[in-house]
Each structure stands twice: as C-alpha cells, then as structure tokens.
C-alpha cells in the first residue's frame, strides 16, 4: 500500500512556505505521494472552518513542492473541475507536469458548495455536465497536435495547442466522490477512482459497482487507481467498531495499521492521510509516527 500526505493548504496555515516544507519533509519520510485541494472562496463549511485564515491554492502550491522535492508524486485532491477553462487548466497541468518530470496526479470532483458555484457564476445544475466535457476537452488538447472538440460549453478547432504534458498519453486522471455519477466518470474517463469518508466494506461494495462500469466500457477495472483519503489522529481512543467499519485512523498505531490492512484487502492501493490541524508541529509529529509506526506494521 502506497502512503500520501494531504498538504494542509485548506487548514489556515498563514505560512506558505510551512506547507512547502512539509511535503519535503513526507518525501523524506519516505511518503509516496503529496496532495493538495481547492476552494477558491470561503464558502459554507470552509468559512466556519477558517474564518479570516488563508486558503492556499493547490496547483501554486504544488509547483513549488515540486522544485523542493525529487521523487513524491504530486496530487490534487481536488481539483473542481467546472470552475475551470480547460484549455488554461490543461497548459498549466502540463508546464507542472514537466516541471516535476512527470509526477503529476489530477483529481478532480464536482464540489456540493452551491454557494460558491454562483458567486462564481456558474451554473451548479450544469457542475456534472461540464465535468465529462471537460475531461473529453483535456485529453483532446494533450492528446492532439491540433485539438478538435465541440461540445455544449466548450469548443477548440485549428489552433495548436503546447506544451503537451511530459507523462503520455497524459498525467493520470483521478475522479473524486462516492457518488453512482462518480463512480460512471471514472469507468468513463477516469485513470483512477479518489473515494473519501468511505469505510472499507462501503470501498468494496463501491469497486464491485465500478468493475461492472469499466467493463461495461470495455475497460479493465484491474488497471484502475484506487486510492482514499482518510483522517488520522492519534493518541485518541480507538473506534469500537470493527475495521470493516471504520472512516478514519484513529488510536495507537496497531489499530491505524488494522484498519488500513482492511483497506487493502478491499482494494485500495493507496491512503492519503489527512490532519485537520494549523500546527506544523502536529503534523511532523504525524509524519514520523506513520512512518515509524504504523508503516511498518503495514508493509509496502
């Protein structure tokens, strides 16, 4: 099982260049991939969750991860792909993507914060639609030397279109959510499912209903990503209920590696660790201790 780290630009740091330090320091720890998520304003949930404090944006971020590290892949977990051109999106993906040599992991999901689709101005009943279109759109802009494509909100014809991204045919696409529509994107159009607050036996329902799309497709449900964000937090007590069963890590490190072993035997490939902390301290002590102590209970 593969281990990532959610770089904590959606907690408030005031720092910047703290959340930079802390995906060098997960590369160091021996951490496999770093990921960072998107909000533009602070709506609903986020402002009661950071009031007056900052929200960083994801792919900035990354960017600068990228200069300061050599090895961890680079993730979004993620991007809300209806407020984005996909054209601007898709150039400043692949000038990332070469940046890093190849790191690259788009995750992109629809996003349920109504408010924050209208004071954007777009249209939230529109969010799916614009979703499939946009992901067609990006394959055909790094996937043609002169991309075609017409749908209802976007159009590109005659114009060349560079650079392409460094990864071929392009970077892997992740599709986030739990969702039936979710699950039908990445069986679709997806590299890879992202799944979150899913418990292990709702992740192995979830894969059984996604290998009847992807074959559907025509696809191989073997070849698909699967990877989950999960809450850690110890020194906490842990759950009462069973593995199978849990949403999130908590309590000493025996029982964070149980439950994760419940992961993979569910079919998870790969755990992006989240800590909802504005502490740096927390989360190099987090750091260490999944590496030092959990992992090893785990295996790689």
Known sequence: MKFGYSIPGNQGFGDVHALVDLAAQAEARG????????????????????DNRPYWEPL?????????????????????????????????????????????????GVAITQDEFENLGVDFKTRG????EILQALKALWT?????????????AGLKFSPKPKQTPHPPILIGGGSTAALRRTARFGDGWHALR??????????????RLATAEGRDPSALHISISLPVSFDTAPSDRAPEDQTALKGEAPDMAATLRAYADAGVHEVVLTLSSREKAAHEAMLQRVAEEVRPLVGR
């Not at 971020?61 to 961890?72: F, P, Y």
């Not at 899913?198 to 290998?211: G, H």
């Open 144 to 156: 043609q030397e002169v991309p075609e494509f017409a749908g209802e909100f976007y159009r590109y």
């Open 129 to 132: 639609r614009r979703t499939d």
């Open 31 to 50: 951490f496999d991939s770093v990921w960072a998520s998107e909000h533009l304003f602070h709506s609903s949930y986020i402002a009661e969750r950071l």
């Open 198 to 211: 899913k418990t292990p036996a709702q992740v192995r329902e979830a894969l059984a209903e996604l290998a």
């Open 60 to 108: 900035t971020i990354l960017t600068a991860v990228a200069a300061a590290t050599s090895r961890v892949r680079l993730g979004t977990s993620v991007l809300v792909l209806p407020w984005h051109d996909p054209a601007r999106l898709g150039k400043t993906v692949a000038t990332l993507d070469h940046l890093s040599d190849g790191r690259v992991d788009l995750g992109v």
